[in-house]
């Protein structure tokens, strides 16, 4: 879509499904959805101090995947770097029930399993499409407004 960079910060939860359909989205996200808009942040280095993880959330804007209710994702990238740009939050996706179901081996993933990381993937799509539409916007306003060129009637750049 664009050279908009958005990081995405997945649960890392091993306990429950829900975490392993949080990562197994977000690689799909990377590398088959939007290969080269997306970076992984990595959640256990992010907690444990990872200066590069937690700079690029701060600079960059940022998608937690979040596998339950505990939001952990979410938590540790606005405790360590600033507000999140969106939340994806899988048990909504997939039911809590379903998120909350021990893990299963990846090599016995059943294909409807893969239906579920298809859709939390297109889910993280929706949100970095509206992030990096939201940028562009604002990066057209500001053009407009610094170009002097507003007829200050219904000009979306708020300059009136």
Do not use: H, W
């Not at 690689?27 to 280095?45: H, M, N, Q």
């Not at 970095?128 to 407004?145: C, G, N, P, V, Y």
């Amino acid at each position: 879509m664009s050279d908009i960079k958005i990081g995405v910060v997945s649960c890392s939860g091993e306990e429950c499904f829900g975490g392993t359909i949080s990562r197994l989205a977000t690689r799909k996200v990377l590398e088959d959805l939007r290969l080269g808009e997306a970076v992984t942040i990595c959640l256990p280095l992010f907690i444990a101090g990872g200066e590069e993880e937690r700079n690029f959330a701060k600079v960059y804007p940022t998608v937690a995947v979040d596998g339950c209710s505990k939001l952990c994702a979410m938590r540790a990238t606005e405790k360590y770097s600033g507000k999140v740009n969106a939340v994806v939050k899988v048990d909504e996706i997939i039911g809590k029930e379903k998120a909350l179901e021990k893990v299963v081996s990846l090599r016995e993933l059943p294909s409807d399993y893969m239906e579920l990381v298809d859709k939390v993937a297109q889910e993280i799509c929706k949100e970095m499409d509206k992030i990096s539409s939201d940028i562009l916007k604002k990066q057209a306003e500001e053009e407009l407004k610094n170009s002097g060129e507003c007829s200050g009637g219904c000009c979306c750049c708020g300059c009136k």
